[in-house]
């Protein structure tokens, strides 16, 4: 979507109010800035009627001189966006001489659709034209179509010549007409009352959006009743830049959000006493609970399984596990090549011990819940019976202190900062006695994800302060993640703004602060800025003291098996030095077979 933020006459004449509206079609996410030009004096020959008066008068007392605008021109692409311009007569492009080359693309306005000698001029800048066809008829439209079939980088925009458009006469349909005998891409010039009829146009095909914006819809500028104020624009720049993603690709596909949900409303079998082995599941050994962290009767159905191969213990998930034998631990070959790449897998105090069986491999990172924290804090002992003390660990702070608050050192709520602080001082605690008991080094790893009102950069200097009293100077470091744009909490999705966007990564590297560096966010992040997310791997790598590894595609596909995503091969990403946590989405699941598939995976590569 190329949405284009038309100045006209609503910077008053005046070269700041210009810039602020550049600055703030930049901030909303504009593709392009635009113009309209007339030579300062004469355009308007007679001026008795009212409505000429007026038109003259407002088009005399808003010009900005072709240096001026110059200077504005550059402002935009310093933004990062592209600069055109109208014009209403082609003489008057020559008051910008050799530096009407600086303008990025050309647009001719509706009342000079039939201007052959325009468009002839226009076209010849070699730009990109656009055409507006507001006020004409079809057979008029259709003759200009047919008349610039030779030009190349032709858009036509379907408009309405209202100022406003009321809702009802936008005739959105003759889009997809347009865009039928056009044959290439068209868009729409929209004057409406209701800045969301472009979402409509956006339905019908329309993919370039030419909209007015003003710093008051209410003003008096001539402009102003047909345009939108900041607000409304950022709204209008955030939906169509969101269009494709929020059209998907035509297919359904579950998010992980979903399956989170789908698990934690969901129900599922649960063990009423103790089944031993070979007993038929019925109604009098197993009860239907949530959460659904196994199967159902439908499931079992389907797959015609009855009787378990494998004891339950009472109050246990009846799952997949349940119906299969033994599973035999990691091969020796494997042992060694996760050992000597420094591979970690995630365990949970729940599941270590069998995970830990299964795969007596020597790293490995402990996911704790916020429960959990509480637990070791209680009970450190007893906390540390569950684990085995030969390996070598990494811990992943929880991202909630409860189940209702994300974990944010900062914050400006007192008991969030203290909830906040009492865990991760906890993690540290933990972190120091298995380091004390393993004889390795334990580094944390968390999510900090929320902004102080201070504003980016100051909260990126707090709480690279507060990492550093708390962690490392107890002797333990803590490595903040690189986080998805979009995460998955409370069942919903947020939209992060720190350690995801390009900004941060200045932010980073200016300050020098140590990451755990998430491969699979890393693409989500980059793919929702529509960056290549190789980029962003060269410049946070440096920083990177730890990482976790795990395929992604689209911008909340997370943790997706090794090649089904957009990560390629992850050979450069295990070669390197440090712990290597394979993050793999619900890996854990059946004694770790979703681990078991990624280390095969990787091992096959390295021979």
Request: proline residues 4%; aromatic residues 8%.
């Given at each position: 979507?190329?949405?284009?933020?038309?100045?006209?006459?609503?910077?008053r004449?005046?070269?700041?109010?210009?810039?602020?509206?550049?600055?703030?079609?930049?901030?909303?996410g504009?593709?392009?800035?635009?113009?309209?030009?007339?030579?300062?004096?004469?355009?308007?020959?007679?001026?008795?009627?009212?409505?000429?008066?007026?038109?003259?008068?407002?088009?005399?007392?808003?010009?900005?001189?072709?240096?001026?605008?110059?200077?504005?021109?550059?402002?935009?692409?310093?933004?990062?966006?592209?600069?055109?311009?109208?014009?209403?007569?082609?003489?008057?492009?020559?008051?910008?001489?050799?530096?009407?080359?600086?303008?990025?693309?050309?647009?001719v306005p509706?009342?000079e659709?039939?201007?052959?000698?325009?468009?002839?001029?226009?076209?010849?800048?070699?730009?990109p034209?656009?055409?507006s066809?507001?006020?004409?008829?079809?057979?008029?439209?259709?003759?200009?179509?047919?008349?610039?079939?030779?030009?190349?980088?032709?858009v036509?925009?379907?408009?309405?010549?209202?100022?406003?458009?009321?809702?009802?006469n936008?005739?959105?349909?003759?889009?997809?007409?347009?865009?039928?005998?056009?044959?290439?891409?068209?868009?729409?010039?929209?004057?409406?009352?209701?800045?969301e009829?472009?979402?409509?146009?956006?339905?019908?095909?329309?993919?370039?959006?030419?909209?007015?914006?003003?710093?008051?819809?209410?003003?008096?500028?001539?402009?102003?009743?047909?345009?939108?104020?900041?607000?409304?624009?950022?709204?209008l720049?955030?939906?169509?830049?969101?269009?494709?993603?929020?059209?998907?690709?035509?297919?359904?596909?579950?998010n992980?959000?979903?399956?989170?949900?789908?698990?934690?409303?969901?129900?599922?079998?649960?063990?009423?006493?103790?089944?031993?082995?070979?007993?038929?599941?019925?109604?009098?050994?197993?009860?239907?609970?949530?959460?659904?962290?196994?199967?159902?009767?439908?499931?079992?159905?389907?797959?015609?399984?009855?009787?378990?191969?494998?004891?339950?213990?009472?109050?246990?998930?009846?799952?997949?596990?349940?119906?299969?034998?033994?599973?035999?631990?990691?091969?020796?070959?494997?042992i060694d090549?996760?050992?000597?790449?420094?591979?970690?897998?995630?365990?949970?105090?729940?599941?270590?011990?069998?995970?830990?069986?299964?795969?007596?491999?020597?790293?490995?990172?402990?996911?704790?819940?916020?429960?959990e924290v509480?637990?070791f804090?209680?009970?450190?002992?007893?906390?540390?019976?569950?684990?085995?003390?030969?390996?070598?660990?990494?811990?992943?702070?929880p991202?909630?202190?409860?189940?209702?608050?994300?974990?944010?050192?900062?914050?400006?709520?007192?008991?969030?900062?203290?909830?906040?602080?009492?865990?991760?001082?906890?993690?540290?605690?933990?972190?120091?006695?298995?380091?004390?008991?393993?004889?390795?080094?334990?580094?944390?790893?968390?999510?900090?994800?929320?902004?102080?009102?201070?504003?980016?950069?100051?909260?990126?200097?707090?709480?690279?302060?507060?990492?550093?009293?708390?962690?490392?100077?107890?002797?333990?470091?803590?490595y903040?993640?690189w986080?998805?744009?979009i995460?998955?909490?409370?069942?919903?999705?947020?939209?992060?703004?720190?350690?995801?966007?390009?900004?941060?990564?200045?932010?980073?590297?200016?300050?020098?602060?140590?990451?755990?560096?998430?491969?699979?966010?890393?693409?989500?992040?980059?793919?929702?800025?529509?960056?290549?997310?190789?980029?962003?791997?060269?410049?946070?790598?440096?920083?990177?003291?730890?990482?976790?590894?795990?395929?992604?595609?689209?911008?909340?596909?997370?943790?997706?098996?090794?090649g089904?995503?957009?990560?390629?091969?992850?050979?450069?990403y295990?070669?390197?030095?440090?712990r290597?946590?394979?993050?793999?989405?619900?890996?854990?699941?059946?004694?770790?077979?979703?681990?078991?598939?990624?280390?095969?995976?990787?091992g096959?590569?390295?021979?």
């Open positions: 979507m190329k949405i284009i933020a038309e100045l006209g006459i609503n910077h004449g005046s070269t700041e109010i210009a810039g602020q509206l550049i600055e703030i079609a930049a901030e909303a504009a593709w392009g800035v635009k113009f309209q030009y007339r030579a300062e004096h004469g355009f308007y020959q007679a001026t008795h009627e009212i409505g000429d008066e007026i038109l003259s008068r407002e088009i005399d007392e808003n010009y900005i001189p072709p240096e001026r605008v110059l200077h504005l021109v550059d402002l935009i692409k310093r933004q990062g966006m592209a600069a055109g311009i109208s014009f209403f007569k082609s003489s008057d492009a020559a008051d910008f001489g050799a530096d009407i080359d600086r303008f990025d693309f050309f647009k509706s009342a659709l039939l201007n052959e000698d325009l468009i002839s001029a226009m076209a010849g800048f070699g730009k034209l656009i055409l066809t507001g006020g004409h008829s079809e057979e008029d439209i259709f003759s200009a179509v047919e008349k610039t079939r030779s030009i190349p980088d032709v036509y925009l379907h408009c309405i010549s209202n100022y406003p458009v009321l809702l009802g936008q005739q959105m349909a003759f889009l997809r007409t347009l865009k039928e005998r056009t044959g290439g891409p068209v868009g729409y010039s929209s004057h409406d009352q209701d800045w009829v472009c979402l409509i146009a956006a339905a019908n095909g329309a993919t370039v959006f030419e909209r007015h914006l003003t710093l008051d819809k209410f003003g008096k500028g001539i402009d102003d009743s047909s345009s939108s104020d900041p607000a409304e624009f950022r709204r720049c955030k939906l169509l830049n969101a269009y494709d993603t929020v059209q998907g690709n035509g297919r359904r596909e579950v992980q959000g979903e399956r989170i949900n789908m698990q934690n409303l969901g129900s599922s079998l649960y063990a009423r006493r103790t089944i031993a082995a070979g007993e038929v599941l019925d109604e009098t050994n197993t009860v239907v609970k949530a959460p659904r962290k196994g199967l159902t009767w439908s499931d079992l159905k389907r797959r015609g399984l009855t009787a378990v191969k494998r004891p339950v213990a009472e109050g246990a998930a009846v799952s997949d596990l349940h119906f299969t034998g033994p599973k035999p631990p990691l091969s020796g070959k494997l090549f996760c050992n000597e790449k420094q591979l970690s897998i995630p365990v949970r105090l729940h599941d270590a011990k069998i995970l830990q069986s299964r795969f007596p491999i020597q790293n490995n990172e402990l996911h704790l819940s916020y429960e509480g637990s804090r209680s009970a450190m002992e007893e906390g540390l019976s569950q684990l085995n003390l030969s390996r070598h660990y990494s811990i992943h702070i991202d909630y202190i409860d189940s209702k608050t994300l974990i944010d050192p900062l914050s400006v709520d007192e008991a969030t900062r203290t909830g906040s602080d009492q865990v991760i001082s906890a993690c540290v605690d933990l972190a120091l006695e298995l380091e004390a008991r393993t004889g390795a080094p334990v580094p944390v790893v968390g999510s900090f994800s929320r902004l102080r009102p201070e504003g980016k950069r100051e909260t990126y200097a707090q709480l690279q302060a507060y990492l550093e009293r708390t962690g490392r100077q107890r002797g333990i470091p803590i903040p993640q986080l998805p744009r995460a998955w909490y409370f069942g919903g999705a947020d939209i992060l703004d720190m350690f995801c966007g390009a900004d941060d990564i200045d932010i980073v590297n200016d300050i020098g602060m140590e990451l755990c560096l998430d491969l699979s966010h890393l693409i989500l992040s980059a793919n929702h800025a529509k960056q290549d997310w190789h980029g962003w791997y060269e410049r946070l790598v440096p920083l990177a003291r730890h990482l976790h590894i795990a395929d992604a595609v689209g911008i909340d596909g997370e943790g997706i098996e090794f089904k995503g957009d990560l390629g091969d992850p050979r450069a295990i070669d390197g030095p440090g290597k946590v394979l993050e793999v989405w619900q890996g854990h699941l059946s004694e770790g077979d979703g681990f078991e598939k990624a280390i095969l995976q990787l096959e590569q390295h021979g």
